[in-house]
T-cell receptor
Framework: EAQVTQNPRYLITVTGKKLTVTCSQN?????MSWYRQDPGLGLRQIYY???????DKGDVPEGYKVSRKEKRNFPLILESPSPNQTSLYFC??????????????FGPGTRLTVL | GDSVTQMEGPVTLSEEAFLTINCTYT??????LFWYVQYPGEGLQLLLK?????DKGSNKGFEATYRKETTSFHLEKGSVQVSDSAVYFC????????????FGAGTRLFVKA
């Protein structure tokens, strides 16, 4: 089944404790992206990657890191989480990097709480 | 910069009522426009899209027409069902490409039996 998976789905942690949220897609998509969803703000893009070893900042990159060592995986890293990073996080992938018409395929989300 | 504005919710309707969720956008050129739906506890999934002016996207009884003159992409459905209860997001991707997708704040829809 074609899908985007994220792990963990739920995470409660404390300020300053490094964490990684994994994202994997099995559709051979070139483009992947991370978003955070907050009430009243919709989804805001954190980072995106157009291919292996190619990443760039979105609208709200502060406090986050990403890497793209393999085409299928795009982990989100919080080196020193803070309470303002408490949010619902979504990973998404898209087949092509040249088509602004392309659909994004979303993972199920990771709900992160930073105490 | 580019932006998407959609009506605030929640919207509460009775089953079989007519639905309209307004969406307007600001963008240069001809962006692609999307409606995504998020059911409780799930990720977003594409509902419909339109990639050029006057295109109509449709799916599952939902429709939206890309109106360049009014910069709008309103979502409509003639008869909603309880199973349509979800959060609906309007989004655009700029014509210039890349993947700077911009989402609206989302509109929560409740449909009562």
């Amino acid at each position: 089944e074609a899908q985007v998976t994220q792990n963990p789905r739920y995470l409660i942690t404390v300020t300053g404790k490094k964490l990684t949220v994994t994202c994997s897609q099995n559709m051979n998509h070139e483009y992947m992206s991370w978003y955070r969803q907050d009430p009243g703000l919709g989804l805001r893009q954190i980072y995106y990657s157009m291919n292996v070893e190619v990443t760039d900042k979105g609208d709200v990159p502060e406090g986050y890191k990403v890497s793209r060592k393999e085409k299928r995986n795009f982990p989100l890293i919080l080196e020193s989480p803070s309470p303002n990073q408490t949010s619902l996080y979504f990973c998404a992938s898209t087949p092509q990097i040249t088509g602004s018409t392309d659909t994004q395929y979303f993972g199920p989300g990771t709900r992160l709480t930073v105490l | 910069g580019d932006s998407v504005t959609q009506m605030e919710g929640p919207v509460t309707l009775s089953e079989e009522a007519f639905l309209t969720i307004n969406c307007t956008y600001t963008a240069t050129g001809y962006p692609s426009l999307f409606w995504y739906v998020q059911y409780p506890g799930e990720g977003l999934q594409l509902l419909l899209k339109a990639t050029k002016a006057d295109d109509k996207g449709s799916n599952k009884g939902f429709e939206a027409t890309y109106r360049k003159e009014t910069t709008s992409f309103h979502l409509e459905k003639g008869s909603v069902q309880v199973s349509d209860s979800a959060v609906y997001f309007c989004a655009l991707t700029p014509y210039t490409g890349g993947f700077k997708t911009i989402f609206g704040a989302g509109t929560r829809l409740f449909v009562k039996a």
